[in-house]
């Protein structure tokens, strides 16, 4: 059971926001470089400066001097650019204190991290100047954001175009042969799995095996060195900091903007007994959630959970998003587990948690987007649909209703003869989500997504029904059990054709119902042309072929990439499928979409049809209430079973024609254009959408 951090005897810990916190870290001045470090536990805090090349070689150590707020301070001439340094932090013993005085510490707001092994690190002061050229942030609306989700080095490690000194770098994402693809695809936001430095865990090291995705972060405001080109690495942190920098200027340069999945819910530290680099043996009391004894609270599943009731951890997390947004130029934040940065200090998630809101609030991260992973695995963690005006959520409700619908529901169908459930859910989802988000928020507080980083990727989802994890070394208990995939008849590769053909068709389904949904959606890199992870559904430890994408595609894969370009292109060119705000009946709401919904014949849907589980056809009329656009109309017919169906045009007025535009019928995206009458028939075949412009 969950009990609230007890009362200590420590310093009085200032507000989020009050200026004792202002300047922590190192910032640089005309009399050297002043450092600021707090600890309201500590009784003695020390500088260790080391030799240039020797990271084991003490040159100096001085005394930081204590101050208002737990804040511990020095001045010296010795801190400058390209210095390597560390802390050491001593104070009480007892039941949530772990100083030990020997133990070298980094800096929580260094820019630069050198490492000279396993949990052996050396803050490095940075200086980060750069020249912006003049490009500023590209500042895509919400409404016409659409994510493309990936791995810094999985992008380009097999990328032909990308020169192989490049290749899994950050210079290797800026690259024109990569950039080309993104812009070609005509994606806007690349969201970047964890870039801030990582350690891999030593139960995988054990297993010879890495930390592929990155989510254990040793530092919240070092680029990991890894993703940075061997020259840059040999040069120092300043370069890769350079280099991250200039792979940002690129990607805006073209119009892209970058979002970082960041991970502030939990550190490197794991568990108590875990390394102790920083936070730990800074403050362990005050940093980490606990029980009064010292055991940690663990919400995350990682060991550790960051208390941002304390207002120097939440400050620590403002103050990384500021630096992310403002000197590095980050477009926007994926916040992993975000339900921990809401909790308490009763470890109870709360919307309106000061952190939660200085996020939305502060001026410094005015028109940077912020997107929640809304959950955590604690008492009270999952919570889709409950954060405040401002935020977006991935909205795990819509992956799972969209999964059924096109895949586990056919599957049962298969078995049972008759789907499980009607269309009305998917309906729902299909428009915005508005059972799960207040009209206050929107459609747009829905980032909308069927596969992530995470789980099977697309093809994956359609071509097995169980994972396939026995590489993680687990022996297959980790990853999702329920996955919601079908596998079409034949568990993985199969010659069979008709299943493929069959699969193909379903890929086309899931991308042209993200692709055409209100609200933001999110891509995953390498579904555009079908890549497989061979059923792993957990595939965190692996970076190998397996992860990295792939560039030398089958003609039924370029196929699949010219549906998601055509889709792409038609959610921007009809503004009806990307509505800002709800509609209300009988108001007039600027920038909603008006939404009328007819069945097989035409007719206006009937309460029983939402419902019968014999009856998954609709038609969806969605008109556009335009505030800066022209007025937009359009029709989707979406048929849910695998029997063909016909399908009449409704009556509706002012409509005069339609306009095919797509169909996940088709192999190949038409290259013609159509035009059908209202009371024409339509003759699908199963399973299929079709999308038409009203005129």
Not at 195 to 209: D, K
Not at 274 to 295: C, F, K, M, V, W
Not at 298 to 306: A, E, I, L, Y
Not at 529 to 538: A, D, H, I, P, V
Request: a negative charge; glycine letters at 10%; one cysteine or more.
């Amino acid at each position: 059971m969950l009990s609230p951090n007890p009362p200590t005897a420590a310093a009085p810990v200032p507000g989020l926001l009050s200026p004792e916190l202002d300047d922590l870290g190192i910032t640089f001045g005309a009399e050297g470089g002043t450092l600021r470090v707090w600890s309201s536990s500590a009784d003695s805090v020390d500088l260790v400066i080391f030799d240039e090349t020797d990271l084991d070689w003490i040159t100096d150590e001085l005394a930081l001097s204590p101050g208002p707020g737990g804040v511990w301070s020095i001045t010296t001439d010795l801190l400058r650019p390209g210095v390597r340094y560390a802390l050491r932090v001593d104070g009480p013993h007892g039941p949530g204190n772990t100083f030990n005085r020997r133990t070298l510490l980094t800096d929580p707001y260094a820019r630069g991290l050198v490492s000279g092994g396993y949990e052996d690190w050396r803050s490095v002061a940075v200086d980060g100047g750069f020249d912006w050229g003049g490009v500023g942030k590209p500042g895509v609306p919400l409404d016409r954001t659409v994510i493309y989700e990936g791995h810094v080095k999985g992008l380009t490690k097999r990328h032909p175009g990308v020169p192989p000194k490049l290749h899994g770098t950050y210079a290797g994402l800026g690259h024109p042969a990569m950039i080309d693809h993104l812009t070609n695809l005509g994606v806007t936001s690349v969201e970047l799995l964890p870039i801030h430095v990582f350690a891999t865990e030593p139960r995988l090291l054990q297993h010879g095996l890495t930390n592929y995705w990155g989510y254990n972060t040793v530092n919240f405001f070092t680029p990991h060195a890894a993703y940075a080109t061997e020259d840059a690495r040999r040069e120092g942190p300043e370069a890769i900091l350079r280099e991250f920098k200039g792979m940002v200027r690129l990607l805006h340069e073209a119009g892209l903007e970058v979002i970082l999945d960041v991970v502030y819910n939990h550190t490197s530290e794991e568990g108590i007994g875990g390394p102790r680099t920083s936070l730990r043996g800074i403050d362990n009391r005050h940093y980490y959630r606990q029980q009064e004894d010292g055991a940690y609270i663990d919400v995350t599943g990682c060991g550790n959970s960051v208390d941002t009731s304390t207002d120097a951890a939440a400050r620590l997390v403002l103050d990384s998003l500021r630096y992310w947004a403002n000197d590095v130029q980050i477009d926007g934040f994926r916040f992993d587990l975000a339900a921990t940065l809401g909790r308490n200090a009763s470890h109870s998630f709360t919307p309106d948690h000061p952190l939660l809101a200085a996020i939305i609030d502060d001026p410094q991260l005015a028109g940077v987007k912020k997107i929640a992973e809304p959950w955590d695995v604690g008492m009270g963690g999952w919570q889709t649909g409950n954060f405040a005006d401002g935020w977006h959520e991935w909205n795990d409700r819509y992956r799972d209703r969209v999964r059924n619908f096109w895949l586990s529901d056919v599957d049962y169908a298969r078995r049972a003869s008759a789907a499980p459930v009607g269309i009305g859910g998917f309906a729902t989802r299909l428009a915005g989500s508005s059972n799960t988000y207040s009209a206050e928020r929107g459609p747009l507080a829905s980032v909308n997504f069927v596969t992530a980083h995470d789980g099977f990727t697309l093809r994956d989802l359609v071509s097995y029904d169980v994972k396939h994890n026995l590489g993680n070394g687990e022996q297959n208990r980790d990853g999702a059990d329920t996955n919601r995939s079908f596998n079409h008849g034949a568990e993985g590769p199969t010659d069979d054709e008709r299943i493929l053909a069959t699969r193909r068709k379903a890929m086309r389904n899931l991308l042209g119902t993200l692709l055409l949904s209100a609200g933001i959606p999110m891509l995953t890199a390498g579904d555009e042309f079908g890549r497989s992870q061979r059923g792993n559904n957990n595939a965190y430890c692996h970076d190998s072929p397996l992860t990295w994408l792939a560039w030398d595609h089958a003609p039924w894969q370029k196929d699949l990439h010219a549906h998601v370009q055509r889709l792409i292109a038609l959610r921007a060119e009809n503004p009806a499928l990307r509505p800002i705000r709800f509609a209300r009946l009988g108001a007039v709401t600027p920038s909603a979409s008006v939404m009328e919904w007819y069945d097989e014949h035409g007719e206006t849907m009937s309460i029983e049809r939402w419902t019968d589980p014999a009856h998954r056809t609709l038609q969806y009329v969605a008109t556009s209430t335009p505030e800066n656009e022209a007025l937009n109309r359009i029709l989707l017919m979406v048929h849910g079973n695998e029997h063909p169906i016909e399908v009449t045009l409704p009556t509706v007025e002012g409509v005069e024609s339609y306009v095919s535009l797509w169909s996940s019928v088709d192999d190949t995206p038409a290259a013609d254009a159509p035009v059908f009458s209202p009371g024409d028939v339509i003759r699908l075949p199963g399973t299929s959408m079709h999308l038409f412009r009203a005129e």
